[in-house]
């Protein structure tokens, strides 16, 4: 648990020098799902598309221990995942933590 801790603040730190400030994970799963988009961040990204950011990132991260697969791109070049089994952390701090520990390897 501690090398966790540490190894989040090390994180935390690498996000604040990149951006200016630290983002929430809210924030974080945006940055992630624009990077695997691959496309220049927008300022006018719709509602319904930084949902959809996010959920780019939350299985592209959950790929790492294989809930998801990557299926491929469709024709407007948005990536697709099939999922491969359902999230087994039960609660909100269980999937925070899971979450947290693959943003961690995504991020080194």
């Not at 690498?14 to 799902?33: S, V, Y």
């Not at 809930?67 to 491969?84: C, I, S, T």
């Given at each position: ?20 400030k ?27 598309q930084?949902q ?39 609660g909100?701090?269980?999937?925070e ?12």
């Amino acid at each position: 648990m501690e090398q966790f801790e540490q190894r989040w603040l090390e994180t935390e730190e690498l996000l604040r020098t990149r951006f200016g400030k630290l983002p929430d994970m809210e924030g974080i799963l945006f940055l992630i799902g624009v990077n695997e988009l691959g496309k220049l961040p927008r300022k006018n990204f719709s509602k319904e598309q930084k949902q959809d950011l996010m959920h780019i990132a939350v299985c592209t991260l959950l790929c790492q221990l294989g809930y998801y697969e990557y299926a491929g791109r469709d024709e407007e070049g948005w990536p697709h995942f099939h999922e491969l089994k359902s999230v087994t952390a039960a609660g909100i701090k269980d999937q925070e933590q899971m979450l947290k520990e693959c943003m961690i390897r995504y991020f080194e």
